[in-house]
């Protein structure tokens, strides 16, 4: 039996590379003075997330290379310890943009001063992909602590991603969020905002319909026009917050055998387990019609 310790990580992220490193350095810091074996750090830590998610703001991200400087500092910042970190990926040159290149959300895993594999955003909520363009590919990743999935924000809405992951062979699912409160009607107490519910129900969700364990960080403060939420938590394979941070930040800490944790999850009833892939229609997306006036 091997223990893990998990830390999902809440804190604020802007443009600033200098401020964004000394972050990333002092939750390393207090993630190995815990001794954490996996970090989770929010999506977008290295140079911030879009300033708005409706188009009236156009300061995108800073695009860095995966094997650029700025990721082989939190690499070798990892040293034992595996770290998934966020940024916004220049990648190949862009067919309908000369002198472009094309631009990817990515999340990364890390370790030892190397990259063990990276995940592409998928799923683009309203207008972001005006500024990155969605990956086309989902796969666990091997780490020296066990096989690990990556979603971004947006994507742990979509039980499909997840569960491809799973079946992958994933043992611990990791969201990297900038997840924003309500742009109408959000309350003073971001806790009390009905997007705190929305993603807490789908880290639950995510882990109880897939027996594992999900580790979800996410951005704090605020940046632009987007105010974010926090609220980073740890979910074990039933659907229960075993660790959170509140909105201001900090580290959601939890401990796992992960082989036993995912055994026993699935020793009795498991969705995972008992799928019955046979009957199910293949998924395809249900057509949007926009309201025609009365």
Known sequence: MTDLKIAAAAAPFGRDMDACFATIERLVAEARAEGVGLLVLPEAAL????????????????ALSPD??????????????????????????????????????????????????????????????????????????????GRVGLLICYDKA???????????????????????????????????????????????????????????ANQSGDFGTLRFLGGSRITNPNGDVVAETDSTGGLAIATFDLGETLAKARRALSPVRDLRPDVYAAATPIPYEAPTAA
């Open 47 to 62: 140079g911030g997330y879009v300033e708005s998610l409706n188009g009236d703001v156009d300061d995108p991200p800073p």
């Open 158 to 216: 979509f039980p499909e991603a997840a569960r491809t992951l799973a079946l992958d062979g994933a043992q611990v699912l990791c969201f990297l969020s900038a997840w924003p409160t309500s742009r109408t009607n959000s309350p003073e107490v971001r806790e009390e905002d009905r997007q705190w519910r929305r993603a807490e129900l789908w880290d639950r969700s995510r882990a109880a319909e897939n027996s594992m364990v999900v580790a979800s």
């Open 68 to 145: 650029g400087p700025e990721l082989q500092r939190v690499a070798d910042l990892a040293g034992d310890m595996v770290i998934a970190v966020g940024f916004c990926e220049a990648g190949d040159p862009d067919p309908d943009r000369p002198g472009h290149q094309v631009r990817h959300n990515v999340a990364a895993l890390v370790s030892g001063g190397e990259v063990l594999g990276i995940h592409r955003k998928i799923h683009m909520p309203l207008d972001e992909g005006r500024f990155t363009t969605p990956g086309d590919h989902l796969s666990a990743i091997d780490t020296p602590i």
